[in-house]
Every structure is written in C-alpha cells, then in structure tokens.
C-alpha cells in the first residue's frame, strides 16, 4: 500500500502533476494539503479514486483521495478556527490523520494559532493507543524539526519553522509514540521537502524538511520504504508545487 503526501499549492493550479504522479507511482492513498479550492470545485483525480475533501476559497484546504474503502471520516476538528486544515480517515484498518498546520509567525497571533492548533491535534490524538493501533499522520507541519531539516542552521536560527517552540512540537509527536518514517531511512543526512520559488534554491539544494509521514509503532512494522520525489520539485513544466511529494510504502 503507497501512501503519499502532497502539499500541491492549488489542486487546479498543479492538476496535472497530480494526475502523473498517481499514474506514474501508483499511488494507493494520497493526502493534499494547500488546495485551495472550495469542495464543489475540487477537480476528478483519475484513477477511481474516492475523496473526502475539507476545502476553502483560495486558502488553504486538504483532501484525502484513495482506492481503497473510505471506512470513516472526519472533517475537521476543534483547532482549526475556521481554516480547513484536518481530514482524519480510516481506510484498510489505517488512521490517516493529514494536517496542513499554520504557519505562524515570531511571537504574534499566528504564532498562538499555530500553538493552540497543535496543543488541540495532541488531545485528539488521544483516542489511539499507540502501542496497538495503527495511526499514520501526514501533511505539511511547517516545523523544520532539527538542524538536518534546514539547509543552513546560522540562517534559520530563531525563524518561523524553526523556533524552538515549533521544534518542541516534532519532539513531542516522536515522545508520545510516533516513528519519523524519514528520519529513520536517512538517519544524519539533510533531506528537504520545500524550497522556496526564488533564488532557484531547489537547484542549490537550499531547502527545509516540513513535510512528515509519523507512525505508530504497529504500522512501522509494516513500513518497507519511503520516496522524497525531488525530481518533481526540480522541473520546470509544469510549474510545480514549492513542495515535493512524499510516498511511504508499507506491507498492509
């Protein structure tokens, strides 16, 4: 089963990479976040996919779409405050829980959403047991977690992504259970997720990691690998996402 997650930065803006990249990867589960779009204008992804939506106009937004059975779903959840930015679902015997957290900001209002926002996700995630059932979360958690997730930790010392706060945030999901399927495969290596449009800083490999697949420990006995498809960030037509895919492949 291949899980991916996609922080497209408009569905309809990048369609078309959406539909290559299910096509080409064969792709069983994906998880969008930033696509801005309301739910009645969410584009056909081919592939006899089911989706479960949580859009808004122009803003932010996520989507789950997936071969297998959607099980159970929830739209949603008390720390949004009105951005669309939480899908749990419950497909083959897996909780998929895909996030697109808040960005924040350096000590201002955003900076408490995004706070407040994670301290909500925490208690709900309370309903699992960890050591039994199998949980996966996904999505743009816009936390660079360590200084092998920035590209230069001089520069991104005490900046958005990279507070102390916000990394205190990635420690806690890894204390309470979770397996950092990325940092597991590639150990002391600086691995990145997202690079910035300009200064051509995909070519300079000038990047951050805020992009994560976490699971609990039951189905990280099942998980046989993990793909950051950097190659698809690097191209040039279409206009890509400044994210890159991210596929975990597990034996369920």
Known sequence: MKICTFNVNSIRSRLEIVQNLVKDYNIDVLCMQEIKVENEKFPIIDGDFECIIHGQKRLHGVATCSKYPIEGYQKGFDGELNESRFIYTLINGIHII???????????????????????????????????????????????????????????????????EERAILSKFLDIGFIDIIRDVYKDEKVFTFYDYRGAAVYKNEGLRLDY????????????????????????????SDHVPIIAEFDV
Request: a positive charge; one cysteine or more; proline letters at 5%.
């Open 98 to 164: 895909n996030i697109y957290a808040p960005l924040g900001d350096s000590y201002g209002d955003r900076f408490e959403y995004k706070m407040y926002f994670y301290d909500k996700l925490f208690e709900w995630l309370k309903r699992f047991d960890l050591n039994k059932d199998k949980v996966l979360i996904c999505g743009d958690f816009n936390i660079s977690h360590t200084s092998l997730d920035v590209w230069d930790e001089e520069i991104w010392e005490g900046e958005v992504t990279h507070l102390p």
């Open 213 to 240: 697949i976490l699971v609990s420990k039951p189905l990280f006995s099942k998980f046989k690998k993990v793909d950051i498809l950097t190659s698809i960030r690097r191209k040039r037509k279409p206009t890509p």
